[in-house]
């Protein structure tokens, strides 16, 4: 993300506009959405306890946010040093939309087209250790939360319980918009996910 926003000079939002919800037509998809939006976004955690816990003593001076939040981004970083715009968080969005935007990589439409489309699912791992990525996508193997679909699907995951997994071989999308961190943190997300995608693929 960063990289885009120094090449372009242009931000992450401003960017996400111009070459995603634009020419795929998203009407619900943005960073920093409106206050009138509010109503429809789901709570997240309650005064980032989780980050909180994780820094300790060090960050005993520093300004948490204390309440329940609801419509502005989960993810500390993003909110505190971004201003709730960031490639890795902060984008909101329906189901509906994550599907269409997921769709477009399945089709491989507009500036998805091959190669650009292949080499971000193409492992890049080089010498690397862990599971295979590719460029932003976690690819197939043995212990992916999709491992039930298809050696070609790839997906990615966010940290306050959602998930996009893409099955090129079966053309399907999956989404799951869950929420593991309201009011706090918790365990256990993993498990789901693998096994709400054990449910999809025996429905297909």
Request: aromatic share 8%; with cysteine.
């Amino acid at each position: 993300g960063a990289a885009a926003e120094r090449l372009t000079g242009q931000r992450m939002d401003a960017l996400f506009a111009e070459h995603v919800a634009t020419p795929l037509e998203l009407r619900e998809s943005r960073f920093c959405p409106p206050a009138c939006w509010r109503g429809r976004c789901a709570a997240t955690e309650q005064g980032n306890r989780y980050e909180r816990d994780l820094v300790g003593d060090a960050g005993a001076t520093f300004p948490w946010r204390e309440g329940v939040m609801v419509g502005e981004v989960h993810d500390g970083n993003a909110h505190h040093a971004l201003g709730g715009v960031a490639a890795h968080a902060g984008l909101f969005s329906t189901a509906e939309e994550v599907a269409r935007v997921a769709e477009a990589w399945l089709k491989a439409v507009g500036w998805l087209a091959a190669p650009y489309r292949l080499e971000a699912v193409r492992d890049q791992r080089g010498r690397a250790n862990g599971p295979p990525r590719g460029l932003g996508w976690v690819l197939h193997h043995p212990e992916a939360f999709f491992a039930a679909l298809g050696p070609r699907s790839f997906g990615h995951t966010g940290f306050t319980g959602t998930s996009v997994a893409v099955d090129p071989d079966r053309e399907l999308v999956v989404i799951l918009l869950t929420n593991r961190v309201h009011p706090q943190v918790r365990e256990g997300i993993t498990e789901f996910r693998r096994t709400f995608h054990e449910r999809v693929a025996q429905w297909i």
